[in-house]
């Protein structure tokens, strides 16, 4: 037996069989907004674990950034990269990045450090 949901397989060679959708058992009430939820900061009542809670949250997003801009280091490094028979000129970059040309000279520049590695 198929699976809720599910259409069975097809005949060979016949048109395929579509999905029905499931049934609602309610519908949602309209016009009411979700509470926007942010880790479940909004939740805690202490102080000092929200000041400990939200500073773990900051650093971690920190860290993320910083990961996420080496990462757009590299890409600009490698569609910059001279090797590449479609390498693109910083302003290129810039423009697909959404930097000023001086700050994409310098991500590459600084994806380029990354690409060669620990000195």
């Not at 599910?6 to 069989?17: D, I, L, N």
């Not at 939200?54 to 990269?81: C, G, I, K, N, W």
């Amino acid at each position: 037996m198929a699976d809720a949901g599910q259409a069975p397989e097809p005949p060979r060679g016949g048109p395929p069989r579509h999905r029905r959708p499931a049934a609602l058992f309610f519908e949602p009430p309209a016009g009411q907004q979700e509470q926007e939820h942010f880790f479940a900061l909004e939740t805690i009542t202490d102080p000092r674990e929200l000041l400990d809670r939200a500073t773990e949250l900051a650093v971690a997003f920190q860290a993320a950034a910083d990961r996420s801009m080496e990462f757009q280091a590299l890409a600009a490094a490698q569609l910059a990269d001279p090797k590449r028979f479609d390498a693109l000129p910083a302003a290129a970059v810039a423009e697909r990045a959404g930097w000023t040309e001086d700050y994409a000279v310098k991500m590459i520049e600084y994806g380029r450090e990354l690409l060669r590695g620990p000195s």
